[in-house]
């Protein structure tokens, strides 16, 4: 009888679904669509067999999606009320759509991953660790299904940490109650994610320049990418112990995927992350390996390689925030150097200079502008103002400076290079302004420094500055008869 019941239904709810997206229906029978199905889902026993019956693999993705929806309204508004067989089944029936309910990683829905993965989440919220000690070792074990199943647990273990951590979307003793099992489990989760980021990485770099293996290689790339996604929710908060793990090993993976195209944003992300993080000095130390030659090669070339051909909006932002990475270093060498005495000024530190001075001379404005501060720290330090290296740049800082006080690049314009990157910066020509008006004060900050380092210099460049603007005839405009 009850399936009866549940066929019948699922018929009226799939027609409701229908109507509330199509595009032709009126407006009335929109509404009361709605009604329908929230009334459903508000008032229905028998919610949970329809909303499996609707989320299974052979109905259109709209009415999935609505299916899911269901089972979550379920878990976060009856789980209370529901015995404990009732739990555990809308659980194992959750898992099972998870290894066997879904699309290939490239053709199932977006949509349908997000409400999955959220339904997993509000019951580990509800569940774990109490009444779900296993809920890791089933993940891990779905993982290793298929690339779907494996992105689906990282989506999971994202919004877990985003839930708990980042927005604290639940009671303070539920909180306190699974941030505590995720700390105690973290060696654990930073294994399996740095495990199933190398293992995906390099299925990918075998397969990619295969055509016959095309798709292959992108489904471990998507994988991939989720994972650097998932490190970055976990990197901003866990001990730096787990970070620095193994002689770096996480780190020294993040650097080798910078000159990797596809995942190269999401490494930088996540290194932004880790060389930003706050904590006691003598934690942050092992950071310093970045400064190493295979982490500052690759770094460097990765700023080489994206920055031709021109601005490519996702090649552009990776520069902002290798632009960022880079900051982040000046500033943890600052803070480091002086305060611990078995902290040397880096071997690479006039490469790091070399190449933080191409970030000052790009054509970006605000690459340009984020880098002032950073100047200001180096050229203000204690140890690092008298450094051979960082002297020795002074004269190349100058000389752009001299160039970088000059307001150009007016969105509006085409009568210079930094023009087109500020179209993609800026809405108007007012905030490119008041943009560039504050950039050039904290620039003639800098500047003051630099000159009490090397009065001599600063006073030869810009006794060559004024020569110069001397000698260039004045442009009067058109002239009117």
């Not at 150097?337 to 000024?345: K, R, S, V």
Request: hydrophobic share 40%; aromatic share 8%.
């Amino acid at each position: 009888m009850e399936m009866e019941q549940v066929n019948a239904l699922c018929e009226e709810l799939v027609k409701a679904v229908t109507v509330m997206m199509d595009p032709s229906s009126t407006q009335r029978y929109r509404l009361e669509a709605l009604k329908f199905c929230e009334e459903f889902k508000e008032k229905c026993p028998i919610c949970v067999p329809c909303g499996l019956r609707l989320a299974e693999i052979t109905q259109i993705a709209i009415v999935r999606h609505f299916g899911l929806q269901i089972l979550e309204h379920v878990v976060k508004f009856r789980w209370n009320s529901m015995s404990r067989l009732e739990k555990v089944y809308l659980k194992n029936s959750v898992m099972e759509l998870i290894a066997n309910g879904t699309l290939s990683i490239l053709e199932e829905e977006n949509h349908i991953k997000d409400v999955l993965s959220r339904i997993v989440v509000e019951m580990i919220k509800r569940e774990w660790p109490q009444h779900w000690p296993d809920m890791l070792m089933e993940l891990d074990t779905l993982s290793r299904q298929g690339e779907t199943q494996r992105e689906l647990v990282m989506f999971i273990l994202l919004r877990l940490t985003e839930d708990v951590v980042t927005f604290q979307t639940l009671p303070t003793q539920r909180r306190r109650d699974i941030q505590q099992t995720l700390t105690q489990s973290m060696e654990r989760i930073f294994n399996f994610l740095l495990n199933t980021l190398q293992e995906n990485v390099n299925k990918y770099q075998q397969m990619k320049t295969d055509a016959s293996r095309e798709v292959e290689a992108k489904a471990n790339c998507r994988v991939s990418m989720a994972t650097l996604n998932t490190l970055a929710g976990y990197i901003d908060w866990v001990t730096l112990n787990h970070i620095v793990a193994e002689n770096c090993k996480l780190l020294e993976t993040l650097c080798l995927l910078l000159n990797e195209q596809e995942l190269q944003l999401g490494a930088a992300e996540c290194l932004l992350i880790a060389v930003s993080r706050k904590g006691k000095l003598d934690d942050r130390k092992p950071l310093m390996i970045l400064f190493g030659d295979v982490a500052m090669h690759y770094i460097l070339s990765a700023a080489q390689t994206a920055d031709g051909g021109g601005l490519v909006e996702k090649h552009y932002l990776f520069l902002k925030r290798l632009c960022q990475v880079l900051c982040a270093l000046g500033n943890l060498l600052c803070a480091l150097l002086g305060l611990d005495a078995n902290i040397q000024t880096p071997l690479n530190f006039e490469k790091y200079l070399e190449s933080f001075l191409a970030f000052t001379t790009h054509p970006s404005q605000f690459l340009r502008s984020s880098t002032h501060m950073t100047w200001g720290a180096l050229f203000r330090h204690e140890i690092l103002s008298h450094d051979p290296s960082l002297l020795a740049i002074i004269p190349k800082y100058l000389r752009a400076s001299m160039t970088n006080l000059v307001k150009m690049g007016f969105p509006s314009k085409t009568d210079s290079p930094s023009c087109e990157y500020s179209r993609f910066d800026f809405d108007s020509d007012e905030d490119f302004n008041a943009f560039f008006n504050s950039s050039r004060a904290q620039q003639g900050e800098v500047l003051r420094w630099v000159c009490r380092l090397d009065p001599k210099t600063s006073f030869q460049m810009a006794a060559e500055w004024l020569k110069y603007q001397l000698s260039t005839p004045i442009d009067t405009g058109p002239v009117n008869c």
